[in-house]
């Protein structure tokens, strides 16, 4: 990697319930230098986002248990989740659903399959917006 290339600096967790995907974003964001970890449903982010402690979280719109909607609702009503930065990952793109996305807690909105690059430059924004 060189030294123009954008760093990923922290700690991800990655959630999605198809493994090869969270997996292969998980592997994306340790290329540029996170520490990640992975969840497969709802329940397990927020398990995991409570151990883990995360710096951002790119978690998943459509998964059962417990929906990306739902799990970033209740990351947000923790006291150690208010500052994670958190963005939606959807094969869904339309107005209506990035607005859905922002109202249960979301920081921004990645529609799939993610752009490495695209995905870094939102992380940058966002962190620098949350402080």
Same mark, same amino acid.
């Given at each position: #990697?060189?030294?123009?290339? +954008?760093?990923?600096?922290?700690?991800?967790?990655?959630?999605?319930?198809?493994?090869?995907?969270?997996?292969?974003?998980? #592997? &994306?964001?340790?290329?540029?230098?996170?520490?990640?970890?992975?969840?497969?449903?709802?329940?397990?982010? &927020?398990?995991?986002?409570? !151990? %883990?402690? +995360?710096?951002?979280?790119?978690?998943?719109?459509? #998964? +059962?248990t417990l929906n990306g909607y739902d799990a970033a609702r209740r990351?947000?009503?923790?006291?150690?989740?208010?500052?994670m930065v958190l963005i939606a990952l959807t094969g869904w793109g339309? +107005?209506?659903?990035? !607005?859905?996305?922002?109202?249960?807690? %979301?920081?921004?909105?990645?529609? $799939?399959? &993610? !752009?490495?690059? !695209? #995905?870094?430059?939102? &992380?940058?924004?966002?962190? $620098?917006?949350?402080?």
């Amino acid at each position: #990697m060189s030294s123009e290339e +954008p760093e990923l600096q922290g700690r991800v967790l990655v959630v999605d319930d198809v493994q090869d995907a969270a997996a292969s974003l998980a #592997m &994306v964001c340790e290329l540029y230098g996170a520490e990640t970890r992975t969840a497969l449903d709802g329940l397990e982010a &927020v398990r995991v986002a409570a !151990e %883990f402690r +995360p710096d951002v979280i790119l978690m998943d719109i459509t #998964m +059962p248990t417990l929906n990306g909607y739902d799990a970033a609702r209740r990351i947000r009503e923790q006291d150690w989740g208010k500052n994670m930065v958190l963005i939606a990952l959807t094969g869904w793109g339309q +107005p209506r659903d990035v !607005e859905q996305a922002l109202a249960a807690g %979301f920081d921004g909105h990645l529609l $799939k399959p &993610v !752009e490495p690059l !695209e #995905m870094l430059d939102l &992380v940058r924004k966002l962190r $620098k917006r949350r402080g």
